[in-house]
């Protein structure tokens, strides 16, 4: 079956302590993205990857790191968390280097910190 | 830059009533539009979407029309069913440019349909 998966689902931390959380795909997507969705804001772009080594910056990419050393693969990283990045998480691939085909998302990560 | 805006929810409906959901955007040229349902616990799923001018995209028995003229991209059902009871995303993504398949959301449409 064609998906994104994400790991974990749900996660509560604490200030300051370091988190990744993955996002994988089986579609062999060039495209990949990262989103957060806030309450009253929808959602806004974090980080994005047009391919292997490819990424480049969303709306709101403060505060979080991405790596893309493999296609199908695009952790977020957060060093070091603050409760204004409690959110919900949504990773998103498509075909093609610039996102321009249908975009599928993961089931999402709502990440708490405290 | 760009912006997409939504009208208030939530929205409350019963079963086979007509269903609105007004969006407007702002953009340079001449974006692709978008709806997104998002159903309790899942990710986000393209419901249907317009690349050009009076194009109309349908799906489901949900039908939203491109009107440049109104800067307007309004979804329509005519019946819902309990079924549809989600979230609902107005989006749009740029034609080109440097933006990259980056999507611009509305703020969200709460929609919930009783029996």
């Known amino acids: 079956e064609a998906q994104v998966t994400q790991n974990p689902r749900y996660l509560i931390t604490v200030t300051g302590k370091k988190l990744t959380v993955t996002c994988s795909q089986n579609?062999?997507?060039?495209?990949m993205s990262w989103y957060r969705q806030d309450p009253g804001l929808g959602l806004r772009q974090i980080y994005y990857?047009?391919?292997?080594?490819?990424?480049d910056k969303g709306d709101v990419p403060e505060g979080y790191k991405v790596s893309r050393k493999e296609k199908r693969n695009f952790p977020l990283i957060l060093e070091s968390p603050s409760p204004n990045q409690t959110s919900l998480y949504f990773c998103?691939?498509?075909?093609?280097?610039?996102?321009?085909?249908?975009?599928?998302f993961g089931p999402g990560t709502r990440l708490t910190v405290t | 830059g760009n912006s997409v805006t939504q009208m208030e929810g939530p929205v409350t409906l019963s079963e086979e009533a007509f269903l609105t959901i007004n969006c407007t955007y702002t953009?340079?040229?001449?974006?692709?539009l978008f709806w997104y349902v998002q159903y309790p616990g899942e990710g986000l799923q393209l419901l249907l979407k317009?690349?050009?001018?009076?194009d109309k995209g349908s799906n489901k028995g949900f039908e939203a029309t491109y009107r440049k003229e109104t800067t307007s991209f309004h979804l329509e059902k005519g019946s819902v069913q309990v079924s549809d009871s989600a979230v609902y995303f107005c989006?749009?993504?740029?034609?080109?440019?440097?933006?990259?398949?980056?999507?611009?959301f509305g703020q969200g449409t709460i929609l919930t349909v009783h029996p």
């Open positions: 998103a691939s498509s075909f093609g280097g610039q996102g321009l085909y249908e975009q599928y």
């Open positions: 579609m062999n997507h060039e495209y």
């Open positions: 990857s047009m391919n292997v080594e490819v990424t």
């Open positions: 953009a340079t040229g001449y974006p692709s």
């Open positions: 317009a690349t050009k001018a009076d």
């Open positions: 989006a749009l993504r740029d034609a080109g440019g440097t933006s990259y398949g980056k999507l611009t």
